[in-house]
């Protein structure tokens, strides 16, 4: 299957038909109500008005409308995994690895060569909510389009710089065996139901801390990349410096960037006042914040010792990921080839060589 060019501003979104939101909701007891699809610009439409999603479908009735908006992100989120798997190529890969037959069971998706190839591996890790692998956000999805609330641009741009890709599931905590259905854990959602007893944790990604870990020990530290980055938004920046904290060694060995996103992380505070994670964190990492200033101006916080901080070019905070994509990709490119450039210059081959040059000028 031809992969589809998800980075372009006119017709990218040009997939096979058979991709079709509207076919996950047919047969559904909300098949009427949610009449709608993607169009060829990746934005929801009603196939009969070509309208904008209406939250309040039902007069007076809140809940029946939450509800209708809650099955129309459960098919969101199906219709993104589909995506995923047959038009970025990436593979469904379950976690824990040892689960037994009845198990419940998260998983994540990466690229075919993620763990054997040498290139860059980039991780993308997203803020903490209902929505699962290769979302920003369910309602950058729904109001503006796939290309916004979804990571599929980014997973592209990266497959064509020649660098793996691996999305993680970091909300995709809890099964329901009440019935039968996966729940996708919230903060809300956690406050609402605490003493749910049908709610079982799922082994290894209880939470999205425990599965960012667990696909680090198991997955991302054993891959043959040399050069990982990380792109993380909102929560995720959070889940990353617990990473970081946890797993100090290997993560600074085998990390070269990170790309944060509006990040929610403390640095004094998670770091535990460690001035090795502190300036490991100033020297390779940079952050883009929602902020009225235009895309890539200087953003200042008088209280915030950190990374350089960049505006997103935007106020809202569900567009910033989009919003600034191509500086983050600019951004970590140039941080690849200053750390390529300074392993040259530092190798014991380029310093006999040079050390050579100079003896044979004299």
């Not at 008005?49 to 459960?74: A, D």
């Not at 054997?116 to 920003?136: E, H, K, N």
């Amino acid at each position: 299957m031809m992969m589809t060019d998800f980075t372009g501003d006119h017709m990218w979104l040009q997939i096979q038909r058979e991709l079709s939101l509207r076919k996950l909701t047919e047969g559904s007891q909300y098949q009427e109500e949610l009449k709608y699809d993607f169009n060829i610009k990746g934005e929801l439409r009603h196939l009969d008005t070509n309208e904008s999603f209406v939250f309040n479908y039902y007069k007076n009735g809140h809940e029946q409308n939450h509800k209708r908006y809650e099955v129309l992100g459960h098919f969101i989120t199906q219709y993104v995994y589909e995506l995923l798997e047959r038009v970025c190529m990436l593979q469904k890969v379950y976690i824990p690895t040892d689960a037994t037959q009845d198990e419940p069971r998260s998983f994540f998706f990466m690229s075919k060569n993620a763990l054997t190839s040498s290139s860059s591996l980039i991780i993308l890790l997203q803020d903490r909510g209902v929505f699962c692998a290769g979302q920003w956000g369910r309602r950058a999805i729904v109001s503006e389009g796939l290309r916004h609330g979804t990571q599929i641009p980014f997973i592209k741009m990266a497959l064509q710089s020649q660098w793996e890709v691996i999305v993680l599931n970091p909300n995709d905590n809890f099964t329901d065996l009440n019935t039968e259905n996966e729940r996708f854990s919230a903060k809300e959602e956690a406050l609402t139901f605490p003493q749910s007893v049908w709610w079982i944790p799922k082994r290894g990604s209880s939470s999205p801390e425990e599965h960012t870990m667990y696909v680090w020990d198991h997955f991302i530290a054993k891959s043959a990349a040399r050069n990982v980055a990380f792109i993380a938004h909102g929560y995720g920046g959070l889940v990353f410096v617990d990473l970081l904290v946890q797993r100090k060694h290997e993560v600074i060995n085998k990390v070269y960037s990170v790309a944060f996103i509006d990040s929610t992380h403390n640095m004094q505070h998670q770091s535990r006042h460690d001035p090795e994670i502190q300036e490991w964190i100033r020297r390779n990492c940079q952050e883009w914040v929602s902020n009225s200033k235009p895309l890539n101006k200087t953003v200042g916080f008088l209280m915030r010792v950190n990374c350089p901080t960049l505006s997103a070019g935007t106020e809202k905070y569900g567009l910033a990921p989009s919003c600034c994509l191509q500086p983050i990709f600019k951004y970590l490119k140039n941080k690849l080839k200053a750390k390529i450039t300074t392993a040259l210059r530092n190798s014991p081959v380029a310093t006999r060589s040079s050390t050579h040059k100079k003896r044979g000028n004299k």
